[in-house]
């Protein structure tokens, strides 16, 4: 048994010595000259044709966006509290107030009508914050 077993380790050890090359052996040497692509140009041609058409952009439009600032004054779980938070506020404040479900925050929703701008948007918020119940008042861009 010991010798097979010194027999397969020296048939593995010549197999491997021999199939072994060393890097010098794979390494193909090719006769081909060197080329190099890139040659040094003494002269520079600066006589180029100009006659190239000009390219003219067009007009680009300009889109304004149009943007509605909303101010947002309170945020409940249920319809219910976003009725008795309406009808217990909309005496202290000039602009209707309208509520729905907002799908995107899973809340009722109660907002301010939609301002043309945001200054006049800031505005009103900025008011609304003077008054406890608006304190956490913030504006919704919506496009």
């Known amino acids: 048994m010991k ?16 199939a072994c090359s060393t890097t010098e052996e794979t390494t193909k040497e090719t006769s081909e000259p060197e080329v190099y692509v890139f040659d040094d140009i003494t002269d520079v041609d600066t006589t180029a044709s ?31 509290r976003a009725k008795t938070f309406i ?8 602009f209707p107030m309208e509520y729905f479900y907002s799908d995107s925050v899973k809340l009722w929703v109660v907002q301010l009508p939609p301002f043309s701008n945001r200054e006049d948007a800031e505005t009103v918020r900025n008011n609304l914050w003077q008054m406890k119940e608006f304190k956490d008042a913030f504006i919704v861009t919506k496009e």
């Not at 439009?61 to 319809?79: K, L, M, N």
């Open 87 to 94: 009808d217990a506020n909309k005496s202290k404040i000039d």
């Open 3 to 18: 010798t097979k077993s010194i027999i397969g380790l020296i048939f593995l050890a010549f197999l491997f010595l021999t």
């Open 50 to 80: 100009n006659d190239l058409p000009e390219i003219v952009p067009p007009n680009p439009q300009i889109i304004e966006p149009s943007f509605q600032y909303i101010v947002q004054v309170g945020a409940f779980t249920s319809e219910d």
